[in-house]
C-alpha cells in the first residue's frame, strides 16, 4: 500500500513562493526508479500536469509555470519537491502529486494539497 502525502500548501500572496513536499512510503522500488509529477486542478479549469521528472532525473514544465517553478526529488528520503516562486493567481488549484512506472502500471496518487494565491 504505497501512500503519497502532499505537504506545504497554503496561502500566500501574489509574487510570493511555496514549496510542495510529496513524502512516498511504501514504494516497492527506489523512488529513482519512477517518474514523478505534479498535476494541478481548479474549479473551471482543465487540469494540467505542471512539472514533472522522469527515472533519468530530467525535468519538464508546462508552459504555464516555465521559468517559475522547480520540480526535485530527494531520493534517500523519497520525497518530491515543487518549488514554486513568483505565484500569481492563476496558480490557484489543488496540487497532486504522482509516482510512476509506466513499464509495469504503477500509478500512486496523493490526496493533493490546496495552493491560493491571493491578496
Known amino acids: 500500500q504505497v501512500q503519497l502525502v502532499e505537504s506545504g500548501g497554503g496561502l500566500v500572496q501574489p509574487g510570493g513562493s511555496l514549496r510542495l513536499s510529496c513524502a512516498a512510503t511504501?514504494?516497492?522500488?527506489?523512488?529513482?526508479?519512477?517518474?514523478q509529477k505534479w498535476y494541478r486542478q481548479a474549479p473551471g479549469k482543465e487540469g494540467e500536469t505542471v512539472a514533472e521528472?522522469?527515472?533519468?532525473?530530467?525535468?519538464h514544465y508546462a508552459d504555464s509555470v516555465k521559468g517559475r517553478f522547480t520540480i526535485s526529488r530527494d531520493n534517500a528520503r523519497s520525497t518530491v519537491y515543487l518549488q514554486m516562486n513568483g505565484l500569481v493567481p492563476e496558480d490557484t488549484a489543488f496540487y497532486y502529486c504522482?509516482?510512476?512506472?509506466?513499464?509495469?502500471?504503477?500509478?500512486?496518487w496523493g490526496r493533493g494539497t490546496q495552493v491560493t494565491v491571493s491578496s
Open positions: 521528472i522522469s527515472s533519468g532525473g530530467s525535468p
Open positions: 504522482n509516482v510512476h512506472r509506466a513499464d509495469f502500471g504503477h500509478d500512486f
Open positions: 511504501n514504494l516497492r522500488f527506489a523512488l529513482e526508479t519512477y517518474a
